[in-house]
């Protein structure tokens, strides 16, 4: 059983920055996982995917609200993907999810708990 915990949320100031963690635990997430992702979602909004890395770290993807400003990382010895949030605008205030892609999935299909950014004007 896989498992996503994401940290690093908070409330902040426009301009600021944070560093969003998910960690991954469950003994297959190593030898399985070919993908992860931030996602967010704010209220009354439709969840959307602000940024995603394989695995092997050969490619990235960037929404462009985040391009720029935003960077993702991987630690495969800890099984985590960060996500380096600078230049924190309040439209970046969302719920922020990681999530998981495995061998033979097409999608997304194990997500953390979410944590919330939350940035003042």
């Known amino acids: 059983q896989v498992q996503l915990v994401e940290s690093g949320g908070g409330l902040v100031q426009a301009g600021d920055s944070l560093r969003l963690s998910c960690a991954a635990s469950?003994?297959?997430?190593?030898?399985?996982?070919?993908?992860m992702a931030w996602f967010r979602q704010a209220p009354g909004k439709e969840r959307e995917l602000v940024s995603s890395?394989?695995?092997?770290?050969?490619?990235?993807y960037y929404s462009d609200s985040v391009k720029g400003r935003f960077a993702i990382s991987r630690d495969p010895p800890r099984n985590t993907v960060y996500l380096q949030m600078n230049s924190l605008k309040p439209e970046d205030t969302a719920v922020y999810y990681c999530?998981?892609?495995?061998?033979?999935?097409?999608?997304?299909?194990?997500w953390g708990q979410g944590t919330q950014v939350t940035v003042s004007s």
């Open positions: 469950g003994r297959l997430f190593s030898t399985y996982v070919v993908a």
């Open positions: 999530a998981a892609q495995f061998t033979g999935r097409y999608e997304y299909d194990h």
């Open positions: 890395i394989r695995w092997n770290g050969r490619s990235t």
